[in-house]
């Protein structure tokens, strides 16, 4: 089986990273080769652009792919979205010059817009039903409304930085976008798919969880369980030699873990540990 991931850009790396963490490790490098293999002997790393992952999945060259859902839409094929990996964060945005008069969407009706996501942009000005002529480009997109290419643009913004640095002003946002695993939809059922999304999920689902670990006086357990929010009841064990104290292990929310501390203390748990989560299969 084979996964089209990103082969440069700044998809590349965290991909890479996320398949390591899942344990698809690459064998044999990933450095500026078209096929890398993978510990698995079933699954190979493909090597594209991020712009024709979605088109290597639909014509079957790899059953699963890891790219942006803006390059999924953009491309028009037919995928099945099976995972959002929770990279990639970014909104796809109409944008306008700050001191231009465009305020609405209905402002453009007329207009020319520039893009590198032609596809998108028509179909969000026919939904909204404002004519507007597209303007196709391929990169620094910010710059057209300076030089009277276009009157706004359609493109990709995160921190906002670019577009205000390029004096533009969000008019309206488009679609927001992430990084997914998508797949063939013939091959969604298959066993390794399954195995490969598993994996996958496993990373995702560990990354905003902590394990934590305390020990606990016998009779402080029920304070201490009451305290302890989500996610099932915690592992209880007997420590070796330890009288009446239990050693107390359960899996909490990142963000509740600062918090989760301190009552822990106030009900009486001591040696309290914090570490990260690889994986975690739910
Ligand atoms: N500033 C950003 N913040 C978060 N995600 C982004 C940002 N810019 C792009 N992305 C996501 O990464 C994807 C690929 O962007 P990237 O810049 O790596 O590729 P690219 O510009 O198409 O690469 P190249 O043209 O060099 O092949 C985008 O389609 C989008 O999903
Ligand atoms: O809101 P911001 O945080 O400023 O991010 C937005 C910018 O990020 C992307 O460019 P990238 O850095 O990928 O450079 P590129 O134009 O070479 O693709 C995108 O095309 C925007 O220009
Ligand atoms: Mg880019």
Do not use: W
């Amino acid at each position: 089986m084979r996964i089209a991931v990103p082969n440069k850009g700044r998809l590349h790396d965290p991909t890479i990273d996320l398949l390591e963490h899942a344990g698809l490790h690459l064998t044999d490098g990933a450095d500026r080769k078209l096929y890398a293999d993978t510990v698995d002997p079933d699954v190979t790393v493909l090597f594209a652009r991020a712009a024709d992952i979605p088109e290597y999945v639909a014509d079957g060259a790899a059953e699963l792919g890891i790219t942006g859902l803006d390059q999924q839409r953009e491309s028009g094929t037919d995928l099945t979205d099976l995972l959002d990996l929770e990279f990639g964060q970014c909104r796809l945005v109409l944008a306008a010059p700050e001191e231009s008069a465009v305020e609405s969407v209905a402002d453009l009706e007329g207009g020319t817009v520039a893009t590198e996501f032609p596809r998108i942009t028509r179909e969000f000005f026919a939904e909204q039903g404002v004519d507007v002529s597209v303007a196709e480009v391929s990169g620094a997109t910010e710059l057209t409304p300076h030089v009277d290419i276009a009157d706004a643009i359609v493109d990709i913004t995160s921190t906002g930085t670019t577009l205000r640095m390029n004096r533009l002003a969000v008019v309206e946002e488009v679609m927001a976008s992430s990084v997914r695993l998508f797949a063939h939809p013939d091959a969604v059922d298959g066993e390794k798919v399954e195995q490969v999304r598993t994996a996958l999920q496993s990373v995702v689902s560990a990354k905003g969880k902590r394990y934590l670990m305390m020990n606990v006086p016998e009779e402080r357990l029920e304070a201490v369980e009451a305290v302890i929010p989500g996610l099932g009841g915690p592992t209880v064990m007997d420590v070796a030699n330890g009288g009446d104290t239990l050693a107390v292990h359960v899996v909490v929310d990142e963000r509740d873990v600062f918090e989760t501390i301190a009552k822990l203390r106030e009900e009486g748990a001591s040696g309290i540990l914090v570490t990260e989560i690889e994986r975690l299969v739910e």
